[in-house]
């Protein structure tokens, strides 16, 4: 058996590994590598045996506790808002000059007179 630490099959894991994989790398024999086996009249104990935990699979997708009935309120309510401004800024661009004038600054024509009054 391949001799493999947790960490070991946490990066396996990481990398794409599947269970599958993880469990056939821990089953094949590595030759170049002996292993103290059981001696003749030895039992072989269980604490030789790395511990047969699955790496957990990283869940992919969205929690089982989403509330969809909240989540589609709030978003029609948002929109509700957003409806709102929407007609209150059409509401006062219909009233806005559109001319590009503005009525603080005097216009040519009131500096003109201004100037011809000036001078009587």
Known sequence: MANLKFTDIIELAKQGYKVADIKELLSLEVPDSPQPGPKDGERKTEDTDPPKEEPEEPKEGKPDN???????????????????KLEEAQKSNTNKDA????????????LVNELARSFM
């Open 99 to 110: 001319s590009g004038n503005n009525p603080d600054e005097k216009s040519d024509l009131d």
């Open 66 to 84: 989403v509330d969809y009935k909240k989540l589609y309120e709030d978003s029609k309510r948002q929109q509700d808002e957003l409806a709102k």
